[in-house]
Structures are given as C-alpha cells and as structure tokens.
C-alpha cells in the first residue's frame, strides 16, 4: 500500500475519474453509432420501398396481363416465404414455375427504371438485387460477388449483418426478392472524428481534474501541516502553543479541539510533575538537615550522654519523617502506575475501620457508628484510606471525631466528622492536591508537626482507583465532613 495518504487519494481520484470520463466517452460513441445505424437502416428501408414500387408498378401494368399460355399466372410457385421443393420431397401435382414472358421492350423500361434513388446522406456505396419467383436475378447493381437471394421464409423484412456490410431483405410484388446493402465502413468513418474529439477532451478532463484535485489535496493538508508545526513546537520548557480553531476548516475544528485538551493536560501535568519534584525535593532537604545540623552538632564537641540521647532522638524523628514521606511518595508512584498487582476481593469496611480504631493509640477518641458494609477492593489500600482520613481529622479536630459507615443502595458510605477549625472555602477545591497544606504555619516544619500534604491526596487516588468518589464539606470554624462512597459487593450488599 501507498504509504502517503496524499498519493493515495490522488490515485483514487484517478481511477474514479477516468473510469467515469471512459464510461461517459463509451456511452456516448454506443449512442451515435446507434443512431447512424437507426438512419442507416431507415435509408435501406427507402431504398427498398423505392425498388418495391417500381415492380408493383410495371408488375400490374406489363406483367401480369395478360396470362401466359397455359392459364398460369406469372410466376406461380410456391406459396411466399417457402421455397420450392426439391427432388422425392415435391408434394403430389407440383409444377415448377414458367419463367416470365416478357417483350423485350417491357425487359428494357423495367431495367432502366429499377434503379436505387439518389444516394444516401450517410452511405453512397448502396447496392441491390432484385430476383424473380424463379430465383433469377432481374437486376442488379454493385452487388458484392457470391451474393446469393435470401431465403425470406416468414416474409418478413430482414436486416442482416453481413461480413462488413448491412442488408434489408423483403418480398417484392409477385413473389420477388429485393435486396439492400451498403458497407458498414462509412458509419465507422463518421465516429472516427468522433472518437478522436472524446479521447482528446477525455484526456484534457482527466488532466485537469487531476491538477484540480492536486491542488486541493494541497490546501486539504495545509491545516494538518499548521497543527503539526504547532505540535512539533510543543516541549516540556514550553507547552503554550495551541492551534486556533478558527483557523482551521470546519471538518477539523474537532480535531484542533480535541489536540487543545490534549496539550492542556500535558502542560498542566508536567506542571504538576515539576512541583511534585520540587516539593518532594524541599520535603526531604528539611529532614535531612536536621539529620545534618544534630549531627555535626554533637561531633562539634564532646558532650554528656544526655546530649547525645537528645540529638540521637531528633535524628530518629527526623529519619521516621523522611521515612513516611518516602512511604507516601512511593505510593502515589503506585497510583500514577494504577496500583499494579491491586487485589479485588470482598472487604468488610466495617471490621477494618473498627481495626484501625483499635490500633490508635486512644481508641477512646474516635466515635464509632459501624453498620455492616462490604466492598470489593484491595484490603491494604482500603486501610490505608481509613487511616489517613483518621490521622488528619485527628491531627485537625482534636478528640471530637466521629467514624461512620453503612450501606446506602448498592453504595457504601464511609463519613469522618471532625470538629476541629474548618477549611476555609477557598481550600477545599485544593486539598486533594499533592504537597498542598491548609495550615502554612505547620508547613515543613522542623518540630516535625507539620503533615506532607499528601494524605489527602493518597486517599483520593485509592478512592478513585476503587470506582468511587471522594467530597469534602466544611464549615469553618466549627466542622469537617469528608464523605466516601464505593460500589458496594452485589452480593454481600443487597438492595
């Protein structure tokens, strides 16, 4: 196959035009030769009528009277459109025909009398035959040699193709056979021009259909070059450019649209791609210099153990840190992969979130509100969910916070309720986002107080992950309800 697309509709635009130029030229040499044949033939046809009443004439006049001796009309035979028979097949009581009696005065009118008219419009090369009931041939001009009377056995006129001629045969008065012909080559000769005129005019028309077409394969493919250019300057340093719509055809303002949402979502990606490296990188440079400033503090000088112990202590947190923000990065890694290996079984959301109570350190401090509820999912990932919506109304609200979960339909809802200062509203679109904090003052902290803003954003990813959805509502001041719905097991579930 023709890899360019422009080749290969410029191939088929040649197939389709010169098959119908062909098929239109075709059609119109069959309906001219058609018609030169329909005048030839009606030409033949006067010919013939012209023969057939120059006998009828001297037929009724010379002829027939009076009878010839032996009280037997001229001519008598067999009836017309059967010929004579022939040896044991005579039927009883047949005679053969007499030959005409003619006086020779009559013979010499007759003969010069039958004659064709005047020549044919379309062929002037006629000639004729004319044969008595007996089979001899009356007369006769141009007939080609070995040209013998035609056996008329319905009576009917008769065309005939002959080798290169055209023949009309009919029954003349008395039983007499007129012959017609003329060649065929004169009908050919007149499409000659004409066939000439329809290659040349074919042959221009396909020309210039196949420039039309080259040049408006052009100007079809001048926007798909533009919105390559634009796409080609496209780069991770510089991800602006976007194609006009308007400047593209109509057939193609979905694609520009479409190639827009596109490069959107990769400007905004790699954006966010660089703050996540950006802030992943200033995560862990604070506790590594704390890790740095305790440590070359303690090798300044000698010091008491109680100094070490302390600085050994702020290292430790400073590594657990490190460690949990290498945790969750390793994690969110997992969630751009979409969690490769995810298990999808049955999940009893009620005896995990009733287990992730029990493993705080005051269970007393969360409310519980369990109602049975099952999901199909990843059992560790679920966990996780549980634990770090806990951890943040814990580290936000203090010890009011409440858990909740039931089965509503064939959704599970998952709710933790804080009464902790609220999100003001113009954080809550934001907050699942990575490394974005509520509370700049705790941010990067070196007390280590301070969360890594990714929480928020892991819950989110799993929740997603898991076919549900994830919202936020908070009154500021007095309240935070985060609210996870998941399809729910059909089984364990039902309606």
Avoid at 205 to 232: H, V
Avoid at 324 to 350: H, I, K, M, S, Y
Avoid at 414 to 428: A, F, Q, T, W, Y
């Amino acid at each position: 196959m023709i890899p360019s697309l422009r080749w290969r509709l410029m191939l088929w635009s040649a197939l389709v035009l010169t098959g119908t130029v062909t098929g239109f030229g075709w059609f119109i040499h069959w309906s001219v030769a058609r018609s030169r044949e329909a005048e030839l033939d009606a030409e033949l046809e006067i010919s013939a009528a012209a023969l057939d009443a120059t006998l009828r004439l001297f037929w009724s006049r010379e002829l027939n009277n009076p009878p010839l001796p032996g009280g037997e009309p001229p001519g008598e035979g067999p009836p017309p459109g059967r010929p004579p028979a022939k040896g044991k097949d005579r039927p009883p009581g047949f005679r053969p025909p007499r030959p005409l009696s003619m006086r020779p005065d009559v013979r010499a009118r007759l003969l010069a009398e039958l004659k064709l008219p005047p020549k044919s419009r379309i062929s002037e090369e006629q000639y004729f035959g004319v044969w008595m009931p007996d089979g001899t041939l009356l007369r006769s001009e141009g007939l080609p040699d070995g040209t013998e009377r035609p056996d008329l056995l319905d009576g009917q006129p008769w065309f005939d193709k002959r080798n290169d001629f055209r023949e009309l045969s009919i029954l003349g008065p008395g039983r007499t056979t007129i012959l017609v012909g003329t060649p065929i080559e004169p009908v050919q000769r007149h499409l000659w021009p004409l066939d000439r005129n329809l290659l040349v005019a074919g042959a221009s028309i396909l020309a210039l259909g196949l420039a039309g077409q080259w040049w408006i394969s052009r100007q079809i493919f001048k926007p798909l070059k533009k919105i390559a250019q634009t796409a080609a300057g496209l780069s991770a340093q510089s991800l602006e450019g976007r194609i006009d719509p308007a400047t593209v055809d109509i057939e193609l303002r979905d694609l520009a649209k479409v190639l827009n949402n596109t490069f959107a979502r990769l400007e905004d990606s790699f954006k966010r791609q660089a703050a996540f490296t950006a802030d992943a990188s200033h995560e862990l440079r604070t506790p590594l210099t704390v890790l740095r400033g305790q440590a070359e503090l303690a090798l300044s000088r000698p010091r008491e153990n109680a100094d070490y112990v302390a600085a050994l202590r702020v290292c430790q947190t400073s590594a657990e840190r490190m460690g949990d923000l290498v945790e969750r990065l390793l994690t969110l890694a997992r969630a751009d992969a979409g969690f490769p290996g995810l298990q999808n079984t049955p999940v009893d959301v009620a005896n995990l979130a009733a287990s992730v109570v029990g493993e705080l350190p005051d269970p007393t401090a969360v409310d519980q509100m369990i109602r049975p509820a099952r999901v199909t999912g990843d059992p560790v990932l679920l966990r996780q969910l549980i634990q770090n919506l806990l951890a943040n109304a814990l580290a936000h609200g203090g010890k009011s916070v409440r858990i909740s979960t039931r089965t509503q339909d064939d959704r599970v809802i998952i709710k933790v309720r804080d009464k902790g200062p609220g999100i003001p509203e113009k954080d809550l679109p934001r907050i699942f986002d990575r490394f974005y904090r509520v509370d700049k003052a705790r941010s990067r902290s070196e007390s280590g107080t301070g969360g890594t803003g990714l929480g928020l954003a892991i819950c989110r990813e799993i929740v997603v992950r898991h076919g549900g959805t994830i919202t936020c509502q908070s009154i500021l001041g007095q309240e935070t309800l985060f609210r996870v719905e998941l399809p729910g097991s059909p089984v364990a579930n039902p309606s």
